[in-house]
C-alpha cells in the first residue's frame, strides 16, 4: 500500500514544487524562467511526479499583450481532465492587476473553488494553490508583497484515487 505523497509548494521570487521531500521543479523569475504564473500537473496515481506543465510570463504580457493575455492559461486549465491535481503558484510577478483580463481570471479561478485568489491586487503578490480539478481545493495561501522576503507556502498530503490499470501494458 503506498502512503500518501506530501506536497510542498512555494511563491516568491521563484517557484518552487517539491513531492515527498524532492524538488521536483524550481525556477526563479525573469531570466530563470518562471516569472508569471506556472501551472503544474502532478500525477494523480502517484502524486510524486510531473506529468506536465505550463508557464506564462504574465508580467511581460502585461505590457505588451494585455488584452487576453490569460485565455490560454484559462484553455489549458478547462482542458485538463477532472480529477487531475494542479499546483497554481505565481514566481516573481504575477502580472495579475486591476485590469478586465485579471478581474476574468479571477472570477475563472473563484469558479474553480480558490478563496484567496481574489485578493491579488498587487502584480508582486504571493499565490499557491494546490487543486483536485472538478473537486475540493487541497490547500491554497495568499501572502501581500511587502519586500522581496514576502513568501507564499503550503504543504499538504495528497489524496490518491489510484487507477490500478494506469501503468500495465495493454
Given at each position: 500500500v503506498q502512503s500518501a505523497p506530501q506536497v510542498s509548494l512555494s511563491s516568491a521570487s521563484s517557484a518552487e514544487l517539491q513531492l515527498d521531500?524532492?524538488?521536483?521543479?524550481?525556477?526563479?523569475?525573469?531570466?530563470?524562467?518562471?516569472r508569471g504564473i506556472n501551472v503544474l500537473v502532478i500525477d494523480s496515481n502517484t502524486g510524486v511526479r510531473l506529468v506536465d506543465s505550463y508557464h506564462i510570463d504574465s508580467w511581460f504580457r502585461m505590457g505588451s499583450n494585455p488584452v487576453g493575455r490569460f485565455d490560454a492559461l484559462q484553455s489549458y486549465i478547462r482542458a485538463l481532465p477532472s480529477g487531475s491535481i494542479i499546483a497554481f503558484v505565481v514566481a516573481d510577478a504575477s502580472g495579475v492587476n486591476g485590469d478586465a483580463d485579471s478581474d476574468a481570471l479571477r472570477t475563472f479561478m473563484v469558479n474553480r473553488g480558490a478563496t484567496q485568489f481574489g485578493m491579488l491586487t498587487s502584480q508582486n503578490d504571493r499565490y499557491a494553490l494546490l487543486l483536485k480539478i472538478g473537486g475540493p481545493i487541497i490547500a491554497e495561501q495568499y501572502v501581500a508583497f511587502i519586500d522581496s522576503n514576502s513568501t507564499a507556502s503550503i504543504v499538504a498530503t495528497l489524496t490518491l484515487n489510484p487507477d490500478v490499470n494506469a501503468f500495465r501494458r495493454s
Open positions: 521531500g524532492r524538488i521536483t521543479y524550481s525556477r526563479s523569475g525573469g531570466s530563470g524562467g518562471a
